[in-house]
């Protein structure tokens, strides 16, 4: 029964980059968890007593381990499992990409999304992100996956981020990372993502447990 086999309480958000990289390494590692589907402008109380930064994704552990880095969720998630051996295909290129998409690209891609919001200059942003972009887009011309032949974490941690990327623009996007884009396309048809994009329900306390193998089958 799901309950039995469920190993933790999952926070999520469907749309959130950091969220899909977690729920990818989870689903691929067939971990039970209840999943709860929170709107970050109404952050449940339960979600915000696990872990008071008040970001997605969290997994509370049956054990009471709170885990509030989408990173550290895929890391534990593939310790329990790891079928593609996506850890084992992590060169120590792939955890540079991970930093630079996290940190510097994570901020271009911010301004150049919501210019706005930022009061920046999405020309600029866009130009910004390309120092991190054109290096991927090298390795997609040269290799299927951003490690080589096989994928690895740097490809599930960083095309939650891309996807959102070439959604602002994507001729653009397209036109300047040819490449890059057609490694997209593979991930946004991946059964898995698909899998792990299907809509939830809002969590709301009390309801009753939807669990993962259920939601995602
Ligand atoms: N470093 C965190 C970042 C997570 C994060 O910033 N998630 C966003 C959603 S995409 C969030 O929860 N933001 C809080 C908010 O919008 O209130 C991680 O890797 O898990």
Redesign the pocket.
Known sequence: MAEDACLGVLYT?R?????IR?RMALAVAGVEVEVREVA??A?PDALLEASPK????VLVLASGEVI????T?MAWALAQRDPHAWLTHTRLRCRAFIEAN?GPFKSALDAYKYPWRTQSDPDVAWREAQDYLQPLEQCCTEAPYLGGMQPSLADIAIFPFIRQCAAVDHARFAAALPSLDAWLNGWLEDATFKRIMAKVPLWTPGASPRYWSVLFR
């Open positions: 958000f749309r959130c980059p950091y969220a977690a970050l402008k952050k008040g970001t997605v994704p509030d880095e989408s990173l969720v996290d």
